[in-house]
C-alpha cells in the first residue's frame, strides 16, 4: 500500500509541475507570397518627382528691438557708409527679414523689420542680434544729418558734397 501511496503522490506532483510550466507555441513557417508579378525584362519607369506642398503659414511682421548702433565710413569718394545695428528678437523663431531707409529733410531712417511665423510655437528668450546694413547717402550735399534706426539715432557729418 505504501508503494501505491508513493507512485499516486508522484503521479500528482508530475501533473503539478506539467499544468504549472509554461505553454510553448510551436512557430509555423511564414508561407510564400501567392501574387508575385513574375521578373520580365521591362523597364518599369520611374515615378516623376512631385515638388513639395507650399507650406500654408503665414508670417507676422514687425520691428526689430535695437539697443546700440555705430555708425562705419569707407575712406572713399564719394563716402560710402553702413551701420552697425545690436539688439533683440522676440524669440527663437524670429527672423531679420529687410532694412528699409527713407530720407525726411536731415534724417535718414533706416527700419529694420522682422518676420516671424505666425501659427509657430517657439522660444520665448529674446535673441541678441548684430546686423550691419549699408547706408544710401550717394548724392547728399554737405552738411549734419542724423541717422535713426528703429529710434535709435547717431549723427552722421558730410565735410563735402557726396
Known amino acids: 500500500m505504501k508503494h501505491i501511496t508513493t507512485i499516486g503522490f ?26 508575385t508579378p513574375a521578373p520580365t525584362d521591362e523597364e518599369i519607369p520611374a515615378p516623376e518627382p ?13 520691428e526689430a528691438i535695437v539697443n546700440e548702433i555705430s555708425l562705419n565710413l ?29 530720407q525726411q529733410a536731415d534724417t535718414i531712417y533706416l527700419t529694420v523689420f522682422t518676420a516671424r511665423p505666425a501659427d509657430q510655437m517657439c522660444d520665448m528668450a529674446l535673441m541678441p542680434f548684430t546686423e550691419t546694413f549699408p ?17 535709435v539715432t547717431t549723427t552722421l557729418t558730410l565735410d563735402q558734397d557726396n
Do not use: H, K
Open 74 to 102: 569707407m575712406e572713399s569718394f564719394p563716402l560710402q557708409a553702413s551701420v552697425t545695428v545690436q539688439g533683440d528678437l522676440n524669440d527663437g523663431c524670429t527672423r531679420i527679414q529687410e532694412a528699409v531707409q527713407d
Open 10 to 35: 508522484l503521479a500528482l506532483l508530475l501533473l503539478g509541475l506539467i499544468a504549472c510550466s509554461p505553454a510553448t507555441e510551436e512557430e509555423l513557417p511564414t508561407p510564400p507570397p501567392q501574387n
Open 50 to 62: 512631385t515638388a513639395p506642398p507650399e507650406p500654408e503659414t503665414s508670417e507676422t511682421i514687425g
Open 135 to 151: 547706408l544710401d547717402i550717394a548724392g547728399l550735399p554737405a552738411g549734419d544729418y542724423t541717422i535713426n534706426v528703429n529710434g
